[in-house]
């Protein structure tokens, strides 16, 4: 009969994670400093100093600025590297209980590794998890492995999807009117016959009295029931068929087209007009991502009488589980060790560089055109953004929840 091993919670893995990582700065900064060399050198200088490569003096670099689990595994030399480290470190004649110290905590670490992890990869993943911003590089070479090798599995790739939400109250009665727009820019599929769908954007309601309407009146056209914003979409020759035996939540669209690979990437750009009786608990803006994509950017313009009320605005990632496509309950989501930013556009207007893929012409015509339909001015709004590199999938980005 095995040994039976006692359970690795995530408490305790966190805080040995924490504790080893902290160590190895500790260590580290003490020889440097026994060098002569400052915790704020450049890497060009560390590289001198010692006379080792830049990448090396690079992850030096990285490890003396880093404040978590996870920027000190993203700057952690190989053996190899670590190797080269110690020997530069003895030419500099730093003593060896110094160079002791530094071996055995980085000894401990890849303990840790095997024994946690089985491996470094999975390790990663588990330091990952116990939470780190969304830009981190660590974070952004792991989704980046995914997005492509999600891309080969399904035949699509997107270079940026966008999503813009104007919300403000309705002019002549209660509740509120919203307009929302989703732009897929650069998107091709690697072999025919690939399906994609089309949804249409969630917000947290109340009430049924719901109208939704098309988007003519800022640039629609006849395609998509009304919804396709010819003015900025271009089909590269596509074809998009609606079908009408779709989820009641979203719609299926097809697109017809020999053409295969980023030479034939097209931009779709569609949108909907609605009219709500009021908000429930929710959220504000939400963006499905079941499509490999390289970036997403969500803009949330919201009407300044209703800042009050709304409290911080905040971002999140969940997996969507099977709930909700199931069309029951959405007990099965989870919320993921992902931490996203919600950043302010300028306080006398919404001002924000122009998305992925658009120039800033489009993009502020669109806004204008936006808060002009809910029959308002541009200066009664503020804009929040979440910009987000290669989002895995399938996820839900969530932007304004409500209680």
């Known amino acids: 009969m095995g040994m039976i091993h006692q359970p690795l919670t995530q408490v305790d893995f966190a805080l040995r994670a924490e504790t080893i990582t902290s160590r190895l700065i500790s260590v580290l900064t003490e020889a440097l400093h026994a060098a002569g060399v400052a915790v704020d050198a450049r890497p060009t200088d560390i590289a001198a100093h010692f006379d080792i490569d830049m990448k090396l003096a690079w992850k030096v670099s990285h490890l003396l600025r880093s404040s978590s689990p996870a920027e000190v595994l993203g700057g952690l030399p190989g053996r190899g590297g670590f190797v080269k480290l110690l020997s530069g470190l003895k030419h500099a004649k730093v003593s060896q209980k110094h160079l002791d110290g530094l071996q055995a905590t980085f000894d401990e670490i890849l303990t840790d590794v095997a024994s946690h992890g089985g491996g470094k990869a999975t390790y990663e993943s588990m330091i990952l998890g116990m ?75 109340v009430g049924e009295g719901v109208s939704r309407h098309t988007v003519s009146a800022i640039g629609g056209s006849d395609d998509l029931d009304g919804r396709l914003l010819s003015e900025y979409s271009g089909l590269s020759g596509i074809k998009i068929e609606l079908r009408s035996d779709g989820h009641p939540d979203f719609e299926d669209f097809s697109l017809e087209s020999d053409g295969i690979g980023p030479r034939h990437a097209a931009r779709i750009v569609h949108g909907c007009h609605m009219s709500h009786e009021g908000l429930g608990a929710g959220h504000l803006q939400s963006l ?23 409290g911080p605005i905040t971002a999140s990632v969940f997996h969507p589980g099977l709930g909700r496509d199931l069309g029951t309950d959405d007990s099965w989501t989870t919320r993921l060790p992902i931490e996203l930013k919600s950043s302010s556009g300028d306080d006398e207007e919404p001002a924000f560089a122009a998305p992925v893929g658009w120039s800033a012409g489009q993009h502020s015509h669109l806004v204008d055109q936006g808060i002009e339909s809910l029959g308002h001015d541009r200066r009664e709004y503020i804009v929040q953004r979440v910009a987000f590199s290669y989002p895995p999938m399938p996820v839900d980005i969530v932007h304004g929840e409500l209680a």
């Open 288 to 310: 499905r991502i079941d499509l490999p994509v390289q970036h997403c950017e969500l803009d949330l313009i919201i009407h300044r009488s209703w800042l009050a009320d709304l």
């Open 131 to 205: 939470g780190a911003n969304s830009e981190l590089p660590l974070a952004v070479t792991q989704r980046r492995a995914l997005m492509h090798s999600m891309t080969s599995v399904i035949g699509l790739q997107c270079r940026s999807l966008f999503a813009l939400d104007v919300i403000g109250p309705r002019s002549e009665s209660g509740g509120f009117e919203r307009m929302s727009v989703r732009s897929y820019d650069g998107i091709f599929r690697l072999w025919s016959g690939v399906p994609w769908c089309l949804r249409i954007p969630r917000i947290g309601t």
